[in-house]
């Protein structure tokens, strides 16, 4: 049976072990969500920055539809008022008759006034799409500085691989590469601490039962350091 003295300076090598492990922990497990950030919102701005296109040239198909609809309506509008006009110069104007030629007139101008708001829509859309396509391109530009400053951090970490270790890159698919093989590089280095961890505390279990006579099944290093300490007064 180890020595009281003895048994305390080995609890506290492990305990200081146990520190260190849980310190390597906490920073793999920060980079690890920080990848993850990082891959899953720069596969949301490539999924945006591919139906630019797309919703740009339905844009431009709308604008030729409005464009035709401002286009007719204004026929419309200058048909109807003509009509409105002969009708009340004419010497043998009937009431009804002009009646009817004034609504036809205000339809054709209502007419008109959607077709021409439809139009400012497109064209308030088109201008949105722009702006929105610029800030979706910054956005990936600064995913990347963010990525290349993790890089550096998973660098640090020492027992990832090499391929783990590499520039991320600047493009989007090249984040996202990067960014998968990252996140499987640091699930292996948290499988091995956690592993590593796990068998500080047993061993620290198995030195507090050879001191103490009884099974402790402590779940953390720093509980036996504790009671080893107490048997010890």
Same mark, same amino acid.
């Given at each position: 049976m180890a020595a009281p003295a &003895?048994? !305390?300076a080995h609890a506290a090598e492990l305990e200081r072990r146990d520190t260190e492990i849980a310190n390597e922990l906490a920073v793999v497990r920060d980079l690890e969500e920080r990848v993850a950030a990082i #891959?899953? #919102? +720069?596969? $949301? *701005?490539?999924? +945006? !920055?591919e139906r630019v296109p797309l919703e740009r040239e339905d844009l431009a198909r709308r604008r030729v539809e409005?464009?035709?609809a401002v286009t007719a309506a204004r026929v419309d509008v200058e048909r109807t008022e003509s009509r409105v006009a002969s009708l009340e110069s004419g010497r043998r104007r009937r009431d009804d008759e002009l009646d009817r030629a004034r609504k036809e007139a205000a339809t054709s101008r209502d007419t008109l006034a959607d077709a021409l708001a439809v139009r400012g829509r $497109?064209?308030? #859309? +088109? %201008?949105a799409l722009v702006e929105d396509e610029r800030a979706l391109v910054a956005e990936g530009e600064a995913l990347a500085k963010a990525a290349e400053l993790v890089a550096e951090g998973v660098r640090d970490v020492g027992r990832v691989t090499e391929s783990a270790g590499r520039a991320p890159g600047t493009s989007l698919a090249?984040? &996202? &590469?990067? /960014?998968s093989r990252v996140r499987s590089? !640091?699930?292996v280095v948290r499988g091995t601490l956690e592993a590593e961890r796990e068998r500080v505390v047993v061993e620290a279990n198995v030195l507090g039962t050879s001191v103490l006579g009884?099974? !402790? /099944?402590?779940? %953390? *290093?720093a509980i036996v350091r504790r009671r080893l300490e107490a048997a010890a007064r």
């Open positions: &003895d048994a !305390l #891959r899953g #919102r +720069a596969g $949301i *701005v490539g999924e +945006a !920055l409005a464009d035709e $497109i064209d308030e #859309r +088109a %201008s090249e984040l &996202d &590469d990067w /960014g590089a !640091l699930f009884e099974e !402790l /099944g402590a779940t %953390s *290093v």
